[in-house]
T-cell receptor
């Protein structure tokens, strides 16, 4: 069935360090992979996404990589700041639907 | 443009009751999806609607139902509430369905079942 595994479940880093969150998906038809950030008590917000025809995408301090063969995709945050502290969710979907299969989330804490 | 709105924001019900939640998408968006968020199960897909038609349904019992109106507003209904239905219910909208466009989430309705 459709499943997305996400690791680690919690991640603590010092301000300025990098953070990496990894996800693995099971549905080989998945071709769209968004990442959402959810701050405490707020709605999930898209921070970056990648489509299966691209191996890497970068937006300032945030980058996402995709390995279709291994069915892995990862979020990389460089030069972390305290305001990066939140829960991050990866997700996967296939063409023809808006249905997102979410990972279980990673709670990132950035200590000043 | 105004964002996705959901009403009510908070709701307390007792077991056996039913509840209706509402979602108004971003103006011009025609696709609405619903998700249930709980600490134990995370974010789980409930339904997807486009042009008043249900396009996809998640693995939830028949007590969970939904619909979409001609103005793209959507409602979901949960009948015979159980304690385990306590959750944050989120809806998300996008301009079209299945085109992998950004989905924007509403603030959610927090439902507590006693």
């Amino acid at each position: 069935g459709e499943n997305v595994e996400q690791h680690p479940s919690t991640l603590s880093v010092q301000e300025g360090d990098s953070a990496v969150i990894k996800c693995t998906y099971s549905d080989s038809a998945s071709n769209y992979f968004p990442w959402y950030k959810q701050e405490l008590g707020k709605r999930p917000q898209l921070i970056i996404d990648i489509r299966s025809n691209v191996g890497e995408k970068k937006d300032q301090r945030i980058a996402v990589t995709l390995n279709k063969t291994a069915k892995h995709f990862s979020l990389h945050i460089t030069e972390t700041q305290p305001e990066d502290s939140a829960v991050y969710f990866c997700a996967a979907s296939r063409s023809g639907t808006d249905k997102l299969i979410f990972g279980t989330g990673t709670r990132l804490q950035v200590f000043p | 443009k105004a964002g996705v709105t959901q009403t009510p924001r908070y709701l307390i019900k007792t077991r056996g009751q039913q509840v209706t939640l509402s979602c108004s998408p971003i103006s011009g968006h025609r696709s609405v999806s619903w998700y249930q968020q709980t600490p134990g199960q995370g974010l789980q897909f409930l339904f997807e609607y486009f042009s008043e038609t249900q396009r996809n349904k998640g693995n939830f019992p028949g007590r969970f139902s939904g619909r979409q109106f001609s103005n793209s507003r959507s409602e979901m209904n949960v009948s015979t509430l159980e304690l385990g239905d306590s959750a944050l219910y989120l809806c998300a909208s996008s301009s079209t369905s299945g085109s992998q466009e950004t989905q924007y989430f509403g603030p959610g309705t927090r439902l507590l079942v006693l």
